[in-house]
């Protein structure tokens, strides 16, 4: 198929709408619904990401798109018990891609609602259940279990996107698009990002663990597909925190600061040990928990609302419970940068969030500033040489 019309364009009002190729059949086969516009947005960007994850770390790779930017990433690192509750998937023995899955779900729930998911590795039928019962838009991998793909066919009375990519396809090297009737082209943004990326250490520090090689990898790979400016915290084999699309980059720290540390809080026994009642779906207990962990909570005591999810009231989580437990929880936390660092308020912020681990691109006149705050904090910061933009 050279073509294929769209229900839409990015809003209902935008119609007609199609995708099609210049030369040669779409690389992408659509095996159950109708794609949209920003489905399809969605399904390339993050089809890219997960094919580089995979090539860069070897393992399977999945992420959670909204609107042209990841909520979450990660590849196939098995999960401690804690992270099983938290994931909701305790006892269950995973296959690798849905680890990968889970994880990328996991990063930020209330981001990933409503998510397009894009998988490295053929989609088995253990992942389409877990998928199955999120909420979520689409699905885009480079095969699918007979299995699988009857599960999936079975969501959304019928209606998920799926669809099949060729894994083999590779693009031209010179990308168009048009604002406004004005056609802009450039070079593909095809840099290849690998541990070579993170030779140059401009810090006292010099040491970068495989784990922590690994994570770093991640965030790049992540930034190269996230709306800049951008800025990612890794842990373990996933994102963490993800922040997109600010015009300032020490706002792009705190935002996703703020989403790593609500990864690591919804680990404490306080979030663990919530008294749930047993018919509160997923997505109502992520919004508890958000709430929970936020400055909302007390606010919330004052009304009945919370009988709502609760079977009694939950004692109030304190800022210096809060404060204690990420002392104790996060540490060796990584932090990529789609661009340079301007000022080491960036720095400071991200040790408040555990980050021991740095790669930004370097060439600031205040690098001077930020290597200096890296180092006393005792970080390791590699200087990648490499812009990552996306827009």
């Not at 960007?45 to 994850?53: D, I, T």
């Not at 070579?196 to 994570?215: G, V």
């Not at 207990?285 to 007390?298: L, Q």
């Amino acid at each position: 198929m050279k073509e294929l019309e769209l229900k839409y364009g990015c809003n209902p009002n935008q119609k007609p709408a199609k995708v099609y190729m210049e030369s040669g059949e779409l690389p992408f086969t659509v095996l159950n619904g109708k794609p949209g516009y920003i489905n399809l947005l969605d399904a390339m960007n993050s089809w890219q990401l997960v094919r580089e994850l995979k090539a860069a770390t070897g393992l399977p790779a999945a992420a959670s798109f909204k609107h042209v930017s990841p909520a979450g990433a990660a590849v196939a690192v098995p999960l401690s018990n804690v992270l099983e509750k938290v994931y909701f998937v305790e006892g269950a023995l995973l296959s690798p891609i849905a680890t990968a899955y889970i994880r990328a779900r996991g990063a930020d729930r209330m981001s990933s609602y409503g998510d397009f998911v894009a998988l490295s590795d053929e989609c088995d039928a253990q992942t389409a259940s877990f998928l199955k019962r999120e909420v979520s838009d689409g699905i885009i991998a480079p095969s699918y279990s007979a299995e699988a793909l009857e599960i999936l066919k079975t969501k959304r009375k019928g209606s998920y996107l799926v669809i099949q990519m060729d894994p083999d396809y590779q693009p031209a090297p010179i990308e168009t698009k048009q604002v406004f009737g004005v056609t802009f082209s450039q070079q593909r943004n095809d840099v290849k990002i690998g541990e070579e990326c993170l030779m140059d250490i401009a810090t006292q520090a010099k040491d970068f663990p495989a784990a922590a090689k690994r994570d770093l990898l991640i965030a790049l790979i992540t930034l190269k597909y996230t709306q800049s400016n951008s800025v990612c915290y890794t842990y373990d084999g996933q994102a963490i925190g993800i922040g997109a699309g600010q015009q300032s980059r020490v706002h792009c720290t705190r935002l996703a600061g703020g989403k790593a540390d609500r990864w690591f809080l919804r680990q404490s026994p306080q979030v663990l040990n919530l008294p749930f009642k047993d018919d509160v779906r997923r997505p109502d207990r992520d919004n508890a928990i958000d709430v929970y962990i936020g400055d909302e909570w007390e606010d919330l005591l004052e009304t009945d609302d919370w009988k709502r999810v609760f079977t009694e009231k939950p004692p109030v989580f304190t800022a210096e419970e809060k404060k204690a437990w990420l002392k104790k929880a996060a540490h060796d936390v990584c932090l990529g940068s789609d661009a340079f660092f301007p000022f080491g308020d960036n720095i400071e912020r991200a040790h408040k969030s555990g980050v021991q681990y740095v790669a930004q691109t370097g060439g600031s006149i205040r690098d001077d500033n930020v290597i200096e705050t890296a180092d006393k904090y005792g970080m390791t910061m590699a200087m990648t040489h490499i812009r990552l933009f996306h827009h």
